[in-house]
């Protein structure tokens, strides 16, 4: 097994998508810390069931520093070494391709299920690791030495890596801490603002995720007779997302009827009523692993009832209003609070709210939520709910800034046991979901490609299915 393998080298022309961006993205993150060792895994494996693990996702942060997304990046990690008065010198501590024979590993290559290059795949060697990313390398093995002995202050991102943090927090080394959560704040509020290869990235995440939506509709025919019509348009959606990219960015929600009054139904176990409602909320994830959410909900007989229709223009009206409120400068909150003005002002005109909207709108009540449940929108880019760990003055209560990527989602879920609606209001679910980036003066619709106005979907339903 050791012998008579032929060499085959990875072509000495490839770099990792967006190799050109990866280093101002390092140097913002060293300015932050001048002085300080700053560790950031990619992440360990997680057992599914006995000696079955999960698909590996790289951590966010380490993608975006290293523009390394593979599976193959199971247990690498990133160190920016501090070089000099306030500068860093990148080093990534891998584990390297698996040599074919002689004493060290020799036989890893095919014994190994876990990293053996015959169980799952090739992983590059450190030269070609090194060419790939324009980082140094050196052999995971090496990392442990590294943190043995006297050693400068250093962050780690922590909760990443279990075998990483066990080394860093061990007795006697309290330099290694893990400390008090900056390092992942700063690498949250970094990505905030999205470059224009990002941009490029996110558009071509929306892109795909809008022919999965088309192929939804024209496997209605077909999920309408499933007796999990849900699981069928599910697994449609999740077709498209593999073939164009990583897969989805998150569990896709395929709920119809009551179901989509649950916010995050992903059983997708129900079969499918001519006369309700599809609530599809679904995402592609580029092979870079950025992902759009964009979330339409359509007429499983091709047309909206009256009382659809009067739900949905609602929902809708609130979309254009939050739409309307992003720009520069304008706080993150505002769109958030301009969409839900118009829920509570049409719920209260239908009679559900027994009091004014503007008593409903105010601190103290916020009754209207009982019906919308959740805030506007969220962040996006390479996590779904993007940016999760950025200190709240510099996002949920900060301004919008050019470059950010956003979604916008408004809706109306009116449980099918909710005693305090009318019985034909009960068991509808809608949401209207865009990905928007903010320009200098607004913000472009990224997801315009799918018609958002009642009439238009019911169009666009009928074509698809001509």
């Known amino acids: ?240 997302a593999r073939a164009e990219g990583n897969g989805t960015g998150y569990d896709t929600i395929a709920a119809s009827g009551a179901h989509a009054c649950v916010l995050h139904w992903i059983r997708n176990d129900g079969a499918l009523d001519p006369n309700a409602l599809l609530l599809l909320d679904a995402g592609v994830e580029t092979d870079t692993l950025y992902t759009a959410d964009i979330t339409r909900t359509l007429p499983l007989s091709g047309t909206f009832s009256p009382v659809q229709r009067q739900a949905y223009e609602l929902v809708l009206a609130a979309q254009d209003a939050g739409i309307a409120a992003l720009r520069p400068g304008a706080s993150f909150r505002d769109f958030h609070r301009a969409a839900m003005r118009v829920i509570a002002e049409g719920l209260a005109d239908w009679g559900v709210l027994r009091i004014p909207a503007e008593q409903a709108l105010q601190e103290d009540s916020g009754i209207f939520r009982r019906y919308t449940l959740c805030s506007t929108g969220h962040m996006l880019g390479l996590d779904v709910h993007d940016c999760a760990k950025a200190r709240a003055e510099t996002y949920l209560d900060g301004v919008l800034e050019e470059g950010q990527v956003l979604t916008v989602e408004p809706g109306l879920y009116l449980q099918p046991d909710d005693e305090t609606l009318p019985a034909e209001l009960r068991g509808l679910g809608i949401r209207i979901e865009d990905d928007l980036v903010i320009t200098a003066d607004g913000a472009h619709l990224m997801s315009g490609a799918l018609p958002r106005t009642a009439d238009g979907v019911e169009s666009w339903m009928a074509n698809l299915l001509s």
């Open 1 to 240: 097994m050791g012998t008579a393998w032929a060499p085959t080298p990875l072509p000495a022309e490839q770099r990792v998508p967006g190799y050109a961006v990866m280093p101002r993205r390092r140097a913002r993150l060293s300015a932050a810390f001048p002085g300080e060792r700053l560790i950031v895994p990619a992440g360990e494996l997680k057992v599914r069931s006995n000696d079955e693990d999960y698909r590996f996702r790289p951590h966010s942060a380490y993608a975006w520093l290293t523009g390394l997304t593979g599976e193959d990046q199971v247990g690498h990690i990133l160190v920016l070494e501090p070089s000099g008065p306030e500068g860093h010198e990148p080093v990534l501590y891998l584990r390297p391709r698996s040599p074919r024979g002689g004493p060290n590993r020799g036989s890893e290559f095919y014994r190994d299920r876990r990293y053996g290059e015959f169980w799952v795949g090739r992983r590059p060697d450190l030269a070609e690791a090194s060419r790939l990313t324009g980082v140094r390398t050196e052999h995971l093995d090496d990392l442990e030495k590294l943190l043995t002995g006297p050693q400068p202050a250093t962050r780690v991102l922590a909760g990443v890596d279990p075998a990483l943090d066990a080394v860093t927090e061990r007795p006697g080394s309290p330099a290694l801490a893990a400390g008090d959560g900056r390092l992942a704040s700063v690498l949250s509020e970094l990505r905030l603002v999205k470059d224009s290869w990002e941009v490029e990235q996110l558009q071509l995440s929306v892109d795909h995720t809008v022919l999965g939506f088309q192929d939804v509709v024209r496997a209605l025919p077909t999920a309408l007779q499933h007796t999990r019509g849900e699981r069928w348009i599910e697994g449609v959606f999740n077709l498209r």
